[in-house]
């Protein structure tokens, strides 16, 4: 019986790897977080973001009125070449601890199907229409607030001098129930829209001017027009 280290066949020799993980896990809680420079840091900046944008007022607590909880969302972002290019700390609100009648009085999610998205595209491609894609930052931030909503302040962020104050929300806060809703109403409020129907699946616009065809999915917001200048226009908006 001839075996394979007879015939000269060895198996072949694996490097010994001394890579280790550098990356930062995702944290179970936002006190785990705290631990972690890396999430400390990217904490510190969406607080910072908030602030600077003016997203709430501390006011004393109200009595009888339904408080929001918020919370921390952790993810990691990577980049197309797959390598990590962001650690994301998105402070939100807590959804399910909204009243309706209270904090909302309706909502829903104008996010495109791939059939229209795909129609979209075959349009452009036959038409020769440039595509633009913008991705705006801090979108949910772009609006004011209609509803009176009080939110409970940030985890690990709370103001020593008020610590018995609530956040009284003057713009869209992420994962409110109404927030796609009023974010839909608040893209290009100048463009007239072809039906008159609610926009229940992002919006087909067409503009006098330079006939513009745009599909919104909040907050990534594919646009394709006929009118290159057009486009190009929008994005520096």
Known sequence: MRTRS?????????????HT????????????ALEDPNWTAAMNEEYATQIKKRTWDLVPRPRDTNIVRSMWLFRHKFGADGKLSQYKARLVANGKSQEIGIDYDETFSPVVKPATIRLVLELSLSHK?????????????????????YMHQPPGFRDPTKPDHVCLLKRFFFVSSSFLLNMSNQTSPTTTVTSSEP???????INGDGKPLLENIAPDLPRNSDSDAKGKRRRKR
């Open 6 to 18: 007879k015939n000269g066949i060895t198996k072949p020799k694996q490097p010994l790897s001394l």
């Open 199 to 205: 926009p229940r699946e992002g919006r087909l616009k």
């Open 129 to 149: 229409w440039p595509i633009h894609q913008l991705d705006v930052k801090n979108a949910f931030l772009n609006g004011t607030l209609d509803e009176t909503v």
């Open 21 to 32: 993980d550098t990356i930062s896990p995702l944290p179970s809680s936002h006190l785990k």
